[in-house]
Every structure is written in C-alpha cells, then in structure tokens.
C-alpha cells in the first residue's frame, strides 16, 4: 500500500469555563467566613483594589424587603446589603453555636499514659507505632507483623511480633477500657472483663460475647435464652449490662485532624424575621464596599521627557491591575446578587414554614423548583445553598433542609411528613413485635399516606431505624 500525507480542516465545539465563570463559581460555594476572609485576602493582594473607610460611610442598612423592586433601584452594592454595616450602632449576627476548646486527641492521651508505666525505650517506641496505628473509634488498624516490619524498617530495632504483641496487650490495658480492639466483639470483651466477675449479670454478658456474638448480634434472644438457660429477666439483665458499654472507646476524644483547631462556627448567611405575616429577608455578612484605588482610576497621564516604551509599559500594568480588580467587584456582586435571589426563591416556597417555625409546613421543594423561580441552573442552586444557614426566631437552619422531595409525583405531601409518621409509628411500636416495613406502609396508609413499601424502608434507613429483626427488645 501507499502511504500520503494529507491536510483536512474540521470544525470542533467546546465549552469551557471563563476565569471569570471559574472565579464565580468558586465564590458562591464559599460560607459568610469563607468569603471574608478571601474579600479580605484580595484586598491586601490586589494593588488597584480598595476597601472603603466603613467609618466614613453613611449607614446603607435599610435593605430590609423582599420585594425584588426595591434592590433594582437600590444603588448601596449587593455585598454590603447586610444586618452589620460597619456602624457601631448596627445589629450584628455572630455565630449561632460558640467554638469549643480543643479537646485531647487519644492519641495524646495515651501517650500521656505512657509515661506513668515502666517500659523501656524499645519498648516506648513499640507502643508509640501501635497507638499511631488506632483509628479514631480506638481499633487497632493494622496486624502486629506489618508493625513490627515498619519499627524496624524505620528504627532498626530488631523487634519481632512476639514482642510487639506484648506492647499491644499492654496499651489494651489503658484507658479508655476497649482501646486497641481488633473488631467489635473484641472491644466489649475488652471493657467486660475489666468489670468485677462477682455480679451474675456480668457473668452472663461475658459469656454471651465471648461464646455467644452471632447469636447475640442477630438479637436471637429466643434462641440465646433457651441456650443459656435463663429466663427473661435474667437475660434482660445481661443485655443491659452490654448496652452501657461503649462500641468506640475512642470516639469521646478529639480526631486530631487538621480541623479540630478550626473553630466549628455555625455562621448564618441570612435572616428571616416574621412580623405578622410579613417577611424580611436580610443577607449577613460584613463584607466592606469595594472600589478601584484612586491611583488605579485613570491610566499615567504624558510627562514631558518620559520615555515612550516606559509610559506604555507604565499604562499597561494600570490597566491590567485596574481590570483584575474590577473583575473581582463584578463577580463579587454576582454571587451576593445569585444568593439573595435564591434565598429569596425560598422564602416564598417555604413562607408558611418561615412565619410559624413549625416544620410541619415545610412543603415539598427541589432545586427544579427553585431553579424555575430563579432561572438558574441547578449546579447553581445546589452550589449556593451548600453549606449555607438562614437564622430565624425559631432556630437556625441549613438550607439544604428545606429541601425535600415528594413521595409521589401527584402528591403534594412533602418527605418530611412521612419521616415524622414514621418515626412516630416506630417509637410508639411494641418493642416485642416491632413493625415490619410491610406493617408500617399498611399504617401509614391508614393515616393518608399512600406510598409504596421500599420507599418507607428508604426513609426508615434515612431517619437511622434498622430493620423490624434488629429492632427488637425483650
């Protein structure tokens, strides 16, 4: 065959995102904090931007409306329609939960135990390789062998499993009771066993842990009963003695993960008041009015003697810090513009919810709905309510749980009614003969709500309920 070389031409379309659109998005995922903070960081990085002296400014706070009129021919910038304007007698929302103080990690707790005990150095270092090894519930993470493999690859200790194995069963010893459990069963054993043997009843629930899991995990309490020969206060007993300890010893301390000295606010975004049947609707935050420095305003004006390539390289750099800037301001107002029309679009599909605080009357809503109220695409819409709060006279909430589909198309009943039909069924329930998933769709049928069984056991899954089996009680 002969083989030719040939050019063809073609067409080809592809979308890509502006930096622009880029910056937009990243900006409207951004908590009130998140977005701070960066208004802040832009300021003290871009050269032409300017935060405006919020001492000299007249107060801008009346934005109170829902009315979307009265923001059309509000001049005050979308950023700065907020509750706290930079004005000593403005109202200020803080967070709506205070940080907690860092709390140890169990990692540092038990090597703050450590100390007290008598091991040597090689030994110390063993038990600092298995504690490193604990997952945040306690359980040891890895087999003896691959830690020793690790001290001695790292150390050169010459250590083998037998005698990392006897460090293992010295951390097993500390506190909390249950650290360093390879599964479950091992980790109740573990706290059982530190309980005086003289009570029957802790007899009872050793036995059945240490011989007795599987049964005891399919809650075949028949069946353990009549192995064990006891009766059903007997057994009663034995299982409340189980159901005091703790399956993740290790749960009560802190992670240790790089968050653990952020502080966990709970920062609301917005504010709905209610008076009578009127909403306001406020954006909060304290973000300054933003401007182009002066100096950044008009490009170099022609000096005589200035050389001409010095001048244009001069303008150039104006231009192009004075366009960066101007960028930011834009996209900053589109995303203070996007939320507010969003949580707007939310206050009207949830108003009787926002007047009441019961909720109860939170109605049926999806990012479809509020996509057509707003024109917004969905990513948008999703984008902009992650992990966002409004706070209201009844409590603060995230807006992500004022979203809740409806069981059926035809059907204006909202998800969040049946959740609270099925949990009440199910704590009212005999614990004898909790009710199946066929007997809670007959019931809830009964009560008006006509849904199919598999989506009752999806939202018994979602509200934490097991199954009927694993529900039960003696």
């Not at 934005?63 to 509000?74: A, I, Q, S, V």
């Not at 709970?266 to 009015?289: C, H, K, Q």
């Not at 917004?376 to 999703?382: A, D, F, K, T």
């Not at 902009?384 to 209201?392: D, F, I, M, N």
Request: proline share 5%; glycine share 4%.
């Amino acid at each position: 065959m002969k083989e030719s070389l040939s050019l063809t031409t073609g067409l080809k379309q592809q979308q890509r995102l502006t930096p622009m659109q880029v910056q937009y998005v990243r900006m409207l995922e951004m908590t009130t904090p998140e977005i701070e903070e960066a208004v802040r960081r832009a300021v003290d990085e871009m050269p032409a931007l300017e935060a405006n002296d919020p001492e000299t400014e007249e107060d801008t706070t009346d934005d109170k409306f829902l009315t979307r009129d009265r923001f059309d021919n509000d001049p005050t910038p979308y950023y700065n329609r907020r509750a706290n304007n930079y004005s000593a007698d403005n109202e200020y929302y803080d967070a709506a939960t205070a940080a907690p103080e860092r709390s140890e990690t169990l990692m540092e707790s038990l090597a703050s135990q450590l100390t007290m005990t008598d091991m040597d150095d090689t030994d110390r270092t063993i038990a600092a390789n298995i504690i490193g090894n604990l997952d945040d519930n306690g359980y040891i993470t890895r087999d003896l062998q691959s830690i020793a493999d690790d001290i001695a690859t790292a150390t050169g200790l010459p250590v083998d499993t037998t005698r990392v194995g006897h460090v293992w069963q010295r951390v097993r010893q500390l506190e909390p009771a249950g650290v360093g459990a390879v599964d479950l069963r091992d980790c109740l054993l573990l706290q059982l066993r530190r309980l005086p043997q003289t009570s029957d009843d802790v007899r009872t629930a050793t036995e059945i842990i240490a011989h007795y899991f599987d049964i005891f995990s399919k809650m075949h309490y028949k069946s353990l009963a009549g192995t064990l020969g006891l009766d059903g206060e007997q057994l009663r007993n034995a299982l409340a003695v189980i159901q005091r300890l703790n399956p993740k010893p290790g749960s009560t301390f802190a992670s240790g993960g790089a968050d653990d000295d952020t502080p966990q606010h709970v920062v609301p975004d917005f504010s709905v008041d209610a008076d009578g049947d009127r909403l306001t609707l406020t954006m909060l935050n304290r973000i300054p009015e933003l401007s182009i420095e002066r100096s950044f305003a008009e490009d170099t004006p022609i000096t005589p003697g200035t050389h001409r390539s010095r001048r244009d390289a001069a303008n150039l750099f104006i231009r192009s810090k004075r366009e960066e800037a101007q960028n930011y301001i834009k996209v900053l107002s589109m995303r203070q513009e996007t939320l507010y029309r969003v949580m707007q679009a939310i206050v009207k599909m949830q108003r009787d919810f926002f007047i009441t605080g019961d909720e109860g009357l939170i109605r049926p809503m999806i990012l479809k709905d509020i996509s057509k109220l707003t024109g917004y695409g969905l990513s948008v819409i999703s984008r902009a309510t992650a992990g966002k709060y409004v706070t209201t006279p009844h409590g603060t909430y995230s807006l992500k749980s004022l979203f809740n589909e409806r069981p059926k198309e035809d059907n204006d009943t909202s998800s969040r009614e049946i959740f609270a039909a099925i949990r009440q069924l199910i704590d009212q329930e005999n614990p004898e003969r909790p009710l199946s998933d066929e007997r809670l769709t007959r019931r809830l049928s009964e009560m008006g709500y006509d849904i199919a069984r598999r989506t009752v056991a999806k939202y018994r899954e979602r509200l934490g309920y097991p199954v009927a089996r694993l529900r039960k009680k003696i």
